[in-house]
């Protein structure tokens, strides 16, 4: 099995200085073939092909993601779900070839999606783990160190008709002895999750249709910590938002969504994925990247860090 590389610069250039991108909702997809198409994914597959959700989602865009990621060279990047669109064994193949000048270059930490555990069999399977193993991490934690960052990364998905998550009461117990290890006292921590926790407008964002269900007792476990996290790194609701939430310590929480890194242009939408800095303070600088006509190029800055 192919192990993720360290990071293309060494400790001592790294410093205090890391820069990661954050993709998410890449969504590969390929035609199920008549034999898989039962169940939730009859519904999806008339969704995507017939209603034509699937022109959403472009190859083109896709591989503009990549080759701007690539481009930026960043010391990490994190993944944050929805690979494929109906967790088919050859979307997954797909998505891990056209993913791999990404996961052969730079130490990458993924975490899976709703779509990635679209059907009951595909879970039971854990069909995503036999392609992307080294970068999910093992354990109810996927955990990525880097220089003194680390990412931790949860999964809230569950198969069947959800889109909505809801993180099970053993990965929230893992995250608080995590949280609460001294050695991460001096570290940046960030969570990934493909569910947003706060919603646009800084409530939680516990929708019952497609949010986290469990948002509160995420972010009552992140507040009964010293330090909170720089930010939480999401996707799944594919339109990019930046947006921080008051905790009951009045200490605020701040949630970077990516949007979607496949989307092709389409209203005032199209594919984001987002670049961040961090410093010797911390994050420091959030700024989007955007798809126009061909290619990703720097878009806005998101969120940057009061001076
Ligand atoms: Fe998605
Ligand atoms: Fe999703």
């Given at each position: 099995?192919?192990?993720?590389?360290?990071?293309?610069?060494?400790?001592?250039?790294?410093?205090?200085?890391?820069?990661?991108?954050?993709?998410?909702?890449?969504?590969?997809?390929?035609?199920?073939?008549?034999?898989?198409?039962?169940?939730?994914?009859?519904?999806?597959?008339?969704?995507?092909?017939?209603?034509?959700?699937?022109?959403?989602?472009?190859?083109?865009?896709?591989?503009?993601?990549?080759?701007?990621?690539?481009?930026?060279?960043?010391?990490?990047?994190?993944?944050?779900?929805?690979?494929?669109?109906?967790?088919?064994?050859?979307?997954?193949?797909?998505?891990?070839?056209?993913?791999?000048?990404?996961?052969?270059?730079?130490?990458?930490?993924?975490?899976?999606?709703?779509?990635?555990?679209?059907?009951?069999?595909?879970?039971?399977?854990?069909?995503?783990?036999?392609?992307?193993?080294?970068?999910?991490?093992?354990?109810?934690?996927?955990?990525?160190?880097?220089?003194?960052?680390?990412?931790?990364?949860l999964d809230a998905n569950r198969p069947g008709l959800f889109a909505s998550g809801l993180l099970p009461q053993a990965q929230l117990d893992a995250l608080g002895t995590t949280l609460?290890?001294?050695?991460?006292?001096?570290?940046?921590?960030?969570?990934?999750?493909?569910?947003?926790?706060?919603?646009?407008?800084?409530?939680?964002?516990?929708?019952?249709?497609?949010?986290?269900?469990?948002?509160?007792?995420?972010?009552?476990?992140i507040d009964q910590q010293r330090s909170l996290p720089e930010a939480i790194l999401s996707g799944h609701v594919h339109r990019a938002y930046c947006a921080t939430h008051t905790l009951?310590?009045?200490?605020?929480?701040?949630?970077?969504?990516?949007?979607?890194?496949?989307?092709?242009?389409?209203?005032?939408?199209?594919?984001?994925?987002?670049?961040?800095?961090?410093?010797?303070?911390?994050?420091?600088?959030?700024?989007?990247?955007?798809?126009?006509?061909?290619?990703?190029?720097?878009?806005?800055?998101?969120?940057?860090?009061?001076?």
């Amino acid at each position: 099995m192919q192990h993720p590389p360290s990071s293309h610069r060494s400790r001592e250039e790294l410093g205090n200085t890391v820069k990661i991108a954050h993709l998410t909702d890449l969504h590969w997809m390929t035609p199920p073939s008549p034999t898989r198409l039962v169940g939730k994914r009859l519904l999806g597959s008339a969704n995507l092909y017939l209603r034509g959700r699937r022109r959403h989602f472009q190859r083109e865009v896709q591989r503009a993601a990549v080759e701007r990621v690539v481009a930026l060279a960043p010391d990490m990047v994190v993944i944050s779900g929805d690979l494929t669109a109906q967790a088919l064994p050859e979307e997954f193949r797909l998505a891990r070839g056209c993913l791999d000048p990404i996961l052969s270059r730079f130490p990458t930490l993924l975490v899976p999606g709703n779509h990635d555990v679209y059907t009951r069999g595909a879970a039971r399977e854990d069909r995503i783990r036999e392609l992307f193993a080294p970068w999910l991490g093992e354990g109810p934690l996927g955990r990525l160190d880097l220089g003194r960052v680390t990412c931790l990364g949860l999964d809230a998905n569950r198969p069947g008709l959800f889109a909505s998550g809801l993180l099970p009461q053993a990965q929230l117990d893992a995250l608080g002895t995590t949280l609460s290890d001294p050695s991460l006292a001096d570290r940046h921590l960030l969570i990934a999750i493909h569910h947003p926790v706060i919603d646009p407008a800084g409530g939680l964002y516990q929708k019952r249709s497609h949010g986290l269900l469990n948002a509160d007792a995420l972010t009552d476990l992140i507040d009964q910590q010293r330090s909170l996290p720089e930010a939480i790194l999401s996707g799944h609701v594919h339109r990019a938002y930046c947006a921080t939430h008051t905790l009951p310590s009045g200490r605020r929480l701040l949630q970077l969504d990516a949007g979607a890194g496949g989307y092709a242009p389409h209203g005032d939408r199209t594919g984001t994925f987002n670049l961040y800095q961090l410093d010797e303070r911390g994050l420091s600088v959030a700024t989007q990247q955007r798809y126009s006509e061909g290619a990703y190029r720097e878009g806005p800055t998101v969120w940057a860090r009061r001076p």
